[in-house]
Each structure stands twice: as C-alpha cells, then as structure tokens.
DNA sequence: ACAGAGCATAAGTGATTGCGCATGTAGCCA
DNA sequence: TGGCTACATGCGCAATCACTTATGCTCTGT
C-alpha cells in the first residue's frame, strides 16, 4: 500500500493524509481510546461508559459524539438509554498495533535509563 | 492484546492509553503523516522534506522535532545536512491499516449518499 | 577567522481542543 | 399530564496547536 501511496498525485495524496489524520484525531485523547476498548466485543449504554471512565456524563457524550461523526460508533436506543457499538471492530486491531510500537519505544527509553 | 488491556488495572490502563493517545498525537497531522511517508524505506534531509512537503523549513523541523520526541524518528548528521529516518518501519503498517478502516468508511458514505 | 549553507529554536498569533456547568430533549411510569 | 431517568447540546474558559517571522547555532570551504 506505501507504493499505492508514493504513485498518487500529490493532491490526492494530501487528501488521503487529510483523511487518515482525521481519523488519528479521533484516536489522541486518553479518553476515546478508553471508549474504543470499552466497547471492543459489546455495545454499552452511555451510563456504563460514564462509570468505567469515572467522568462525567456530558464529557462522555461529547466524544461520543466525536466517534460517531467520524463513523467509528454506532448508537442505538433501547427504552430511556442509548448504547453504544464500534462500526468498525478491526480498528482495535490497528490500535493494538500501534501500541506495539510504542511498548517497542518505552522499553528502548529504559534501557537508555539503566545504561545511565 | 485486548483482553490483555481490559485485565489491567485501571490506572495502568489509563497511562497505557495516555502513552498510545501520545503516539496518535503525532500521527494527527497532515503534514506529519506526509513525513512518516516519505521517510519510509530511505532516510532524507530537512531540505529535501521541505521540497516534497512544500513547506517552509522551521515548519518541517518543528514536525520533525515532535516526531523526534516520540522516538518516531532519528536524527544523524552528514555535512552540514541532517538526515532524518523512520526508527519503527511497522509504524507505516500500522497506519495502512487505519487507512484502510478510514477507506471503509468512506465508501460507506458514498453508498449512503448514491441511496439518497 | 570569516562567510555562507543547512537546520534549530524563540516569540507571537489565530484557531482548535477538552472540560465543567447549565439547560434542553426523549422515553418511561404513575 | 406530570415527574423522573437517561442522554444530548450550548456556552464559556483555559490550554494546546500549527504556522509565520525572526534569530541562533553548527558545520564547511576559503
């Protein structure tokens, strides 16, 4: 896909990178990604998701809100409350593997601490 | 990996995503992502990003810069240039996956609209 | 030592972000 | 209908962001 990528006009490519970083601003704070994993495997009311990330309501409907205009989050009413469901579950997976990197990252920076 | 997160303790859970959001903080950009790209398979120098970025030069160095931060990317003088290269190549892996989350969703879009 | 090329850094600005607070809205039950 | 629960939305504020302009630093060649 980089080759894909190198072969674009560089308009289009400015476009896709424009595309790929909204959806990377969907995933820069602490707190959506804590909804992203929370809903990883099952859908969950507003409610539970409050009490799991121990904030407030609003803020929780807020970057729900976020996840939903970018298509990352289905919402479904049933009775008083709504629940919640990622669209797309294979967006842990891409997560997990830039965690990957990053567990590479810290465990390069301690070995640079315990050298010192 | 996920049921690995959700076995964690919170605390640890919330940093481990603080850690993960840190790393999405540098892929949210356009600009950045532009430099990820064109750093993947061969290191170039500041002047020559300005060039295929179509930037100025303390614009690309302060990308650079923040990059640098997170350990994305390393930097080695030749002359008086510096050569700038990807330290984790999966890094690009990672986010062709995203993009191809991103272009699952777009296509869901245009059906949306073509239906309506 | 000096001039210039290549890059980093500092300061200022307008725009955006996350949050708390207050209020609005939709469904359930008496 | 009224009151309650569950959630969404609007507003204001402090913090952060990307960018431009100006300046500093570090090498190379003479």
Redesign the interface.
């Known amino acids: 896909?980089?080759d894909q990528?190198?072969g674009l006009e560089?308009a289009l490519?400015?476009e896709?990178?424009?595309?790929?970083?909204?959806?990377?601003?969907a995933?820069?704070?602490?707190?959506?990604?804590?909804l992203i994993?929370a809903l990883?495997?099952q859908s969950r009311s507003v409610g539970e998701l409050c009490t799991m990330l121990?904030t407030t309501q609003p803020n929780v409907s807020q970057h729900l809100a976020m996840l939903k205009e970018?298509?990352?989050v289905d919402a479904t009413r049933r009775g008083t409350s709504i629940f919640y469901s990622l669209?797309?579950p294979?967006?842990?997976?891409?997560?997990?593997?830039?965690?990957?990197?990053?567990a590479?990252?810290?465990g390069?920076?301690q070995d640079l601490v315990s050298r010192a």
């Open positions: 896909m980089v990528v190198s560089p490519r400015a896709l990178h424009e595309l790929t970083a909204s959806l990377c601003k995933l820069n704070d602490p707190k959506r990604l804590m994993y990883a495997g121990e970018r298509g990352i669209r797309y294979q967006l842990v997976q891409a997560i997990d593997l830039l965690r990957g990197v990053m590479d990252e810290v390069r920076r």
